[in-house]
């Protein structure tokens, strides 16, 4: 039933009449004046529904639902110059129900879903985690306190200053980084004997 617009279409005053006419001709029993409606109204209801953003084939699944939903119930219309308006209105709201209903039921791939979900960790890797925790601070409490204060430092400042970290601690900066380094192989070692 559906037909697509074609150029050299009836002005939108002709249109507007040519449709007008048409149903006023089917509502009074005459079965082909529908076709000339269909025909005069399809390519409208075509660009009414495309607007909403639907495909090719969901655009013509919609205009054909439209003119069924006529047929069904062309008696609700009540002014025979209104039916350019409730066939618009009726393909739009068809045009709104399918591409809400679409957006619902459209398939997800995996990880597009993944990337959209919170970042939650599991009981069991939270569990894991904690753990780890609790033996990397029990092998820090093995270490010598300057090593024990100064990785507490670095691990807490992205970029610590040498400076301030050099006066907390006592200890000079061009010290700071190859003390870091031992305490880091001290930590390894006894995070070892611990697994």
């Known amino acids: 039933m559906a037909t697509h ?5 009836p002005t ?3 249109l507007y009449d040519a449709a007008t006419d048409a149903f006023r001709r089917w509502r009074t029993g005459e079965d082909a004046a529908l076709d000339e409606l269909v025909r005069v ?3 409208v209801l075509w660009h009414v529904v495309r607007a909403t953003g639907l495909d090719r084939e969901a655009t013509e699944d919609v205009v054909q639902n439209t003119w069924l939903t006529l047929v069904r119930s062309g008696d609700s219309v009540r002014d025979a ?6 066939l618009c209105t009726a393909a739009r ?6 591409s809400k209903a679409a957006t619902r039921t459209r398939p997800v791939e ?3 879903l993944a990337a959209r979900m919170p970042t939650e960790s599991s009981p069991e890797s939270e569990v894991v985690t904690l753990d780890d925790k609790a033996v990397l601070w029990a092998a820090m409490t093995r270490l010598p306190e300057r090593c024990q204060r100064l990785l507490r430092i670095v691990a807490w400042e ?14 000079p900066i061009g010290s700071i980084g190859p003390t870091r380094r031992r305490c880091l192989d001290k930590l390894r070692i006894e995070l070892g004997g611990a697994a």
Request: charged share 20%; glycine share 10%; no cysteine.
């Open 158 to 171: 992205p970029r610590p200053d040498y400076s301030s970290v050099a006066d907390t601690l006592g200890m």
């Open 12 to 14: 939108s005053s002709a």
């Open 81 to 86: 110059q209104a039916i350019t308006r409730w």
């Open 41 to 43: 109204m399809s390519p």
């Open 93 to 98: 709201r068809e045009a709104w129900r399918v």
């Open 110 to 112: 995996d990880d597009v």
């Open 5 to 9: 617009g074609a150029p050299g279409g």
